[in-house]
C-alpha cells in the first residue's frame, strides 16, 4: 500500500503552510459550505468562463469544477521551485537556438540527431533562424508534480501555447471574493500582475524593425475554441486586439491588422494555435486560421511570433528525458528539479524492463496529452493491461514509461466533506528580455477518490494556489 | 478598434432590434385572428410573412399559413434567421466574441436572455404569446438600456447604435407597408370600424398605440399616422428619428476617427431626403413605393457602412 | 556555360481579388556550380516584402500585391555562369542538418511498390546504390507529359508507370528514403540542347545526401546527374515544399484562377534561335 504525502497534515498535526486554514474549514459548517460552492459555479458560469487545458479537447461550453480549499506553498517551497523552473525555462530555450542553429547538443552526442532533426515538431522553416532576445518559447507551462516534504519532479514541459493561466487568475479573484477574511489572516502573494508581466514580455520581443510602442495581438482560433475565454480574458486584462487569421494581412514587409480606421501595423503575435495552422503559405495550405505569408515577415524581422514556431520539439515526451542534459550542457548547473525516471520504450533494455513490470508503470504515448492514451498500471485490469501490451509491442518507439508517482493530496471539498484527492501544479513562467514567474499556478485536482489523473476531461478541478509571504 | 469586433458590436444591436421586430409581428398577427371579421385573417398573415422579409422560406417547411405554424415560425424556429431564437442565439454569439468589448452588464443582459430563452424553449407550447412577447421586449430593453447605461461613449458605442437605428428604420418601414393599404388616403372617407381598428393594431405593434394618442388626440387619421412613422421627430420608431439617429452617430465617428467616409455622406443625403418630405409628399409617390424606395436606400446604406468600416478594406 | 532564363508566369482571375501574398524561391542557389551574371525578378503592381536565406539555403523573396486586381505578371529575367561538378552540391551553406530530410510527405510517401523498387537496386556502396536508385526510377516511370497532375503521388505515377520530371523526383525521393537516403525535391530551369530530348526548361529533379559526398542531385528523367545546362533554384521535401512560386490571392473564388506559363533557357549568343 502505498502512502502518499498530505500537504497539509503531518500524521495528527497540522503543516504549518496550512495551519490557519484548519481553524477556517472547522468554523464553516456544512451548509455555508454548501452555500459558497453553489456561489462560486454560479459566478463562474455567469462569467462565462469555459475552460479546456492544452491538448485536452472536450466540450467548449463546458464548466470545469472548482475547489475553493487552496493549495498552500511556503515561501521557501516556491523559492525551490522558481529557481528550478527559471533554470528549466532557460535551458529549454537554449536548446531551442541551439537545435535551430548549428545544433551543438547534438554533435557532442548529447542528444541523438534522429529524435531532433526527425521529430515531428522539428520546424524546418525556422532553421537558421534566431529569434528577437534569442527567445523561441515565451511562455513555458511546467507540469510539477510532488511527492514529499522536499520532492518535487517535472512531468512535462509545454512550450507551444499551455493553457489554463486564467483559471489560476480566476480562481484567485473568486476566493478573494467569498473569503476575503482568508486574505486578511494569511499573507499570499498576489498573482493579479501576471498579465502585466505577459505583456510586458511579449512587447520586450518586438522585432528590431519596430521603431515605437510595440503593437501585441493575440491570435486566435475563434470563438468555437475551447479556450476561446482564455484568448479573450487574457487580451482584455493586458489591453490588447484578440485577432482572427482574417483580421490580418500581409503587406509588404509587415503584417497588419484591419480596423474601423484602416490598417494598423502588429509588431507582436501571441498566438493561441498550432504551428501547422500558421500560415497556408508555409505550413498546412488548408488552414483558414492562419495569415498567408506570415512567416516569411517572421523570418525576415517584420514580426514577432510567441511562441515561435518549431518551439515544440523541445517539449516532446520523447525529448523530455535529455532536459536534465540540456540544463548541464547549456548552463553549466545541476538541475534543481528532477524529471521523473522515465523509460524509452524504443530502447532494447528499458522496453523489457517496461513489458515485464507493466502493472506498475505508468505507460504514455510519446505524442500523447490530455489523459489519453495512457496505462495507469496500477489502477488498470488485468485486460486493459495486456491490450496496451501489445500496442507497445506494435510501436514501441511510440512510448514511453514512467513509475506510478505517489502524487501528493491535499484537502478537498467532497461531498462527505473534507477528503485529501490527488494534486498537480502547473506554473507559467514568462521569457522574454526578463526570465519571471508569478508566484503560484494552476493546481489541478483529482476529484475521483484514489485518482491519480488530474486532466479537467477525466474528472479534474482547480483550485487556487497560494504562495506565502515570509 | 478591429474591423471585426466593429461588425460584432453592429449586429448584436441588429438582431437585438430584430428579434423585437419578430416579436412585434408575432403580436399583430395574433391580434389580428382574435377580431371579429377574423374572414380576412388568412391574408393577413401573409402580409405578416411578407413583412418579416423570409415568407418563402416559411412556405418552403409548413406550406399555408396557420396560427400555430406561424407562432413557431416567428418565434421558435431555426430555419427563420429571422426569428426571435435564431436573433437572440446570434446577438449573444456575436456578443461571446467580443465580450471583452461589452460591460459585464451588457453581457449578462444578452446572457441572461440567451439563458432564458433556452428554458423557454425545453418548456415550448405552455407559455401563451403574450407572455412570449413581453419577454421578448423585456430583454431587447434590458440589453438596449444597459447598453446606454455603462458602455464608454466610443467607436464601439457608435456602432452599436447605427445598427440599431438602421434596423429600427427597416422594421418601422416594412411593419408599415404590411398594412399601407389601410392607410391609403380614401380610406379615411370610408371610416370603416375595421379600418379604424387594424390602425391602432398597426400602433400597438409599434408600442406606439398610447404615445400616438397623446401626441396627437382626436380620430385615429392615415395622415396622423403616418406623420407619426415616418416624420415625428418626436415618435421613437419613426423613420426620421432612425435616420437622423444615424446620421448624429455617423458623425461622431467621423469625428472621432478625424476621418469622413462615404458613410456619412450617405446617411446625410438620407435624412436630408426625409426632411424634405410632407404627408401630401409621400402619398403623392405612394406610401408603398415610397417605403419599398426607403427599405431599398436603407440597405444601400448598410452595404457602405460595411465597405467603410466593417469589412477592413479600406 | 552562360544560360540565360526569361521566364514568364501570368495569374488571371476571373473576379478582381482582395490582394495577393506570394513567396519567391526563385533566385539560383549560391554554389560552386552556378554563379550570377545578373537576375532580376518583378511583378507587377507588387511590393517587395522581407528577403531572408533559409535553413536549407535558399534565398527567400516575399511579394504582395494590393487588390483589387485580375491578373498578375511574375518575370524572372538573368544570366547564369554554370559549371558541371557531376552533380554535387558543392560549396553550398545550409543550416539544416540531412536527418531533416527523412520526413515523408504525403506525395512522397512510400508504399509496397516503392519500397520493392528500392530494394531492387540495392547496392553495398552507397554511391553506386543512390545512382542505381535513380536508374530504377526511370526505368519504372516513362516520361509521358499529360499522364499525371499537380497532385499525383509517388506511389500513383509508379502504379500508372508514366509521368514527368516531378513525378521522377518524388518516386526517387520515397525509395531513397525508405532505404536510409536522406532525400529532396529541388527546383530549376534545364537548358535543352540541340540534338536532346527537349524536356520543360522549368525543371525538377531530386538530390539524395550520400555519406562522403554530401548532396548529390540525380535527374532521373534525364537519366543524368545535373550538369552545366541545369540550374537550380530551391529545395523542399517535396515539389510544393520546393515551388519556385507559393501564392494565395485574398478573396478568389475556387477555381478562379487560372496559369500560364512560358519559360525559356538559352545560350546568350543564341538567343533568337533557341527562344521560343
Redesign the interface.
Known sequence: MTTYFNEMYDGASVRAPYARLGDWTAAMPADRRLEKQAEAEALFRRIGITFAVYGEGGDPDRLIPFDMFPRVFTNSEWGKLERGIKQRARALNAFLVDVYGRAEIVRAGRIPAKLVFQNEAYERAVAGFIPPKGVYSHIVGIDIVRTGPTDFFVLEDNCRTPSGVSYMLESREMMMRMFPELFRENRIEPVDRYPEVLRRTLASVAPAKCDREPTVVILTPGHFNSAYYEHSFLADLMGVELVEGADLFVDGGFVWMRTTEGPKRVDVIYRRIDDAFIDPLCFRPDSMLGVPGLMDVYRSGGVSICSAPGAGVADDKAIYTYVPEMVRFYLGEEPILQNVPTWKCGAADDLKHVLANLGDLVVKEVHGSGGYGMLVGPKSTKAEIEEFRERIKADPENYIAQPTLALSTTPTFVEEGIAPRHVDLRPYCLVGERIELVPGGLTRVALREGSLVVNSSQGGGVKDTWVLAE | MLSRTADNLYWIARYMERAETAARLLEVGARISLLPSASGYRSDWDSLLRASGNGAGYTEKYGVPDQKNIESWFFFDRDNPNSVASCITAARENGRIVRTALTTQVWDALNTAFQELRQIEARRGVQELSRLTDWVMRHSAMVRGSIDATLLRNDGYNFLNIGYYLERGDSTARLMDVKYYVLLPQVDFVGSGLDNDQWSMLLRALGSHRAFHWAYGGEITAAKIAHFLILNPQSPRALITCVAGMANHMGRLAKYYGRETPAQAAAQALLSEIERQTVETIFDEGLHEFLLRFVGISARLGAIIHDSYLSGDM | MRLTVDHVTRYHYDAPV??V???HRLTPSRFDGQKLISWEVTVTGG??????????GDW?Q?W?V??PVTEIEVRVKGEVETADLAGILRGHR????P??W??ETPATEADEALRALAESARHDEPLSFAHALAFAVAGAIEYTPGATHEHTTAAEALAAGAGVCQDHAHALIACARTVGFPARYVSGYLFAGEGETPHEAAHAWAELWVPGFGWIGFDPANRCCPDERYIRLGAG?DA?EAAPI???A?GAATDSESLEVAVSVAQPVAVQSQAQ
Open positions: 482582395r490582394g501574398v506570394q513567396s511590393e517587395k516584402g522581407g528577403a531572408f536565406r533559409d535553413g536549407a527567400v516575399a504582395t494590393k487588390g545550409e543550416t539544416v542538418p536527418e531533416a527523412c520526413r521535401l510544393r507559393r501564392g494565395i485574398r
